[in-house]
């Protein structure tokens, strides 16, 4: 019999093997929910399923490992908590691991992906938004995509808002557990900061509220991820008047245009996100692109422009004034009139294998700095881009440890590295993650150090391939530095249930 067991947990995935295992799964949950759910075929998906790869491939944002055999044994698409709790504890039963999945955006695959035989739990189903405008906050379950939310709030109220990331398909369960950052970060900080309460099943399979889960599991899940912790099922959110934030009830508005010099300067904006890309092929062109928002409207801001960067010659006519959800729809890639559904629409088309990693820059790089960087960007053969991000403003009045995210005062941007192409072969993954460890490495003298911190939500697992740390741990503290700095230890401590 116990050797029966260790066969299981080794060999699961050799097909006799992992029938069992499904067949023991399917009978646990069966006993477990004891009729108390959904039919059984509308919950669990296996791999002999038909159903199996639509469901698995219907969020993943990454295609690069479309033949991993990483894949899970069993998805699970719950609709009720009660069938997460009878999940986790038939998969701790069966030496099965989780993984959590609520916009499957993440950058490494990591809830869909494991080396280990898993349980995906697939929350897709679990993306419903209450908003209650008498007190100003709303629950939204996990899964519901920031689209979804944005959405939502338009509906309900002409004067909130929520900062959030701003890409629509982003899942708010994943998005708030690793911070998430948006074109309100210098107004408003981080969506995370913006969490008053939570619902969690730890690994036990008990549900928890914020009181219950207490001050410590509460600070670790806002930023410093949530899967250590549990399955987040909803975060209770504070929204933002936007008419408190505005002078007089202004449109939000912003322009496009612009010169490398002034990224290291500009402060008036809430937003002046710079994205500076090649063309996507061989042609070896460059630009810069300035998408920045100005809390206001525009009479307030060319006199503005003018006192601080008259060389731009910012004019009226270079802007547009928009409403917050009409500037969700310009910054989420539509046009600013588009109708509001199509933030509903979490099918993108914007999928194609990448790698990204992140940097956080305190100095300002010296012109010939840049000018080596747009050289690397140009020369790469696919779409290859840096995205910088403002910081300031609020995040520079936020202290390090308020919340595990510690990224905020002295930091002037955060950049992105991101390439991205469309032949999904071994061979292509490598030659373009060979492109994003040469910028990586050539940016070197000009980002933070001790330690060179990284953004989590831009999760790249290069980041604990020291090889001079061998044990688990000591392999963790490498990106759990980079991630957390100082606040990586507190993490560790808190963290005692892994899923
Ligand atoms: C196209 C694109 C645009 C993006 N734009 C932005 C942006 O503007 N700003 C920004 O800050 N970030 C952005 N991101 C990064 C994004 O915030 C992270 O990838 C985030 O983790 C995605 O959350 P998710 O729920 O969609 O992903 P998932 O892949 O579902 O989850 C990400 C991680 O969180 C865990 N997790 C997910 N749900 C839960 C849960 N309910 N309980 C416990 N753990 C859970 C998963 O296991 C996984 O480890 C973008 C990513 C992409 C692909
Ligand atoms: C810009 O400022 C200068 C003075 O510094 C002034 O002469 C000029 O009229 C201003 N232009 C605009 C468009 O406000
Ligand atoms: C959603 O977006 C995708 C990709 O752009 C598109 O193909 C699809 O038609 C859209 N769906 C709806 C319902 O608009
Ligand atoms: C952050 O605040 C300090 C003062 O506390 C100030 O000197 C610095 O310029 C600010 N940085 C940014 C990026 O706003
Ligand atoms: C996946 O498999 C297909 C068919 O076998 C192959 O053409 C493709 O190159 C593979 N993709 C990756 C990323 O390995
Ligand atoms: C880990 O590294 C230390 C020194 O860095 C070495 O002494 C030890 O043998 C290594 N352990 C393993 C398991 O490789």
């Not at 494991?114 to 897709?124: A, R």
């Not at 002034?262 to 063309?279: C, D, K, T, Y």
């Not at 933070?448 to 061998?470: I, V």
């Amino acid at each position: 019999m116990s050797y029966l067991a260790v066969f299981l947990i080794l060999l699961p995935i050799s097909c006799a093997a992992s029938t069992l295992v499904e067949k023991k799964f399917n009978e646990c949950l069966m006993t477990k929910l004891d009729g108390n759910s959904e039919s059984i075929e509308k919950i669990i998906f296996t791999t002999s399923s038909s159903l199996y790869t639509p469901v698995l491939e219907s969020l993943e944002q990454n295609p690069r490992w479309l033949n991993s055999s990483r894949k899970p044994l069993i998805i699970l698409t719950p609709f009720h908590e009660i069938e997460i709790q009878a999940g986790i504890r038939c998969s701790r039963q069966l030496g099965l691991q989780i993984r959590i999945r609520s916009g499957g955006h993440d950058y490494e695959g990591l809830s869909y992906l494991s080396k280990d035989p898993f349980v995906m739990v697939d929350l897709i189903n679990m993306r419903s938004i209450q908003v209650n405008l008498a007190d100003e906050t709303a629950w939204v379950q996990a899964s519901a995509s920031l689209g979804e939310l944005y959405y939502k709030i338009s509906k309900a109220s002409k004067v909130h808002g929520f900062p959030a990331g701003t890409c629509p398909s982003v899942g708010i369960g994943g998005h708030i557990s690793g911070g998430g950052q948006g074109v309100k970060l210098r107004k408003h900080g981080l969506a995370a900061d913006h969490v008053v309460d939570a619902y969690i099943i730890d690994a036990n399979g008990n549900i928890h509220d914020r009181k219950s889960m207490g001050e410590d599991v509460f600070w670790a899940i806002r930023g410093g991820s949530a899967t250590s912790y549990g399955v987040i099922l909803a975060w209770k959110i504070r929204l933002c008047s936007m008419l408190k934030e505005h002078w007089r009830n202004e449109p939000t508005m912003l322009f496009t245009g612009g010169n490398t010099q002034h990224m290291n300067s500009m402060r008036i904006f809430s937003s002046e996100r710079v994205v500076a890309q090649n063309s996507g092929d061989k042609s070896k062109t460059f630009k810069a692109t300035f998408n920045s928002l100005f809390l206001g409207g525009i009479e307030r801001l060319i006199p503005l422009m003018n006192e601080s960067f008259q060389e731009l010659g910012l004019q009226g006519k270079d802007c547009t004034e928009m409403s917050w959800i009409q500037s969700v729809l310009f910054f989420g890639g539509f046009n600013k009139d588009d109708p509001l559904e199509l933030l509903l629409n979490r099918t993108t088309s914007y999928k194609s294998s990448f790698k990204a990693k992140s940097d956080f820059v305190k100095e300002p790089i010296p012109k010939t700095g840049l000018e080596g960087a747009w050289k690397i960007v140009s020369e790469e053969d696919t779409l290859a881009m840096l995205l910088m991000d403002p910081y300031g403003g609020r995040m520079n009045e936020t202290s390090e440890s308020e919340t595990p995210f510690p990224h905020r005062k002295g930091n002037l941007y955060n950049i992105q590295y991101l390439v991205k192409w469309e032949v999904n072969s071994k061979e292509a993954s490598k030659k373009h993650e060979e492109w994003a460890k040469m910028i990586y490495k050539y940016m070197t003298p000009y980002v933070s150090k001790s330690p060179r911190a990284s953004y989590f939500n831009y999760k790249d697992l290069d980041l604990g391939q020291n090889k001079h740390h061998n044990t688990s741990y000591s392999k963790a503290s490498v990106w759990g530095n980079k991630y957390f700095k100082g606040n990586f230890r507190r993490l560790a401590q808190n963290y005692q249930n892994e899923i």
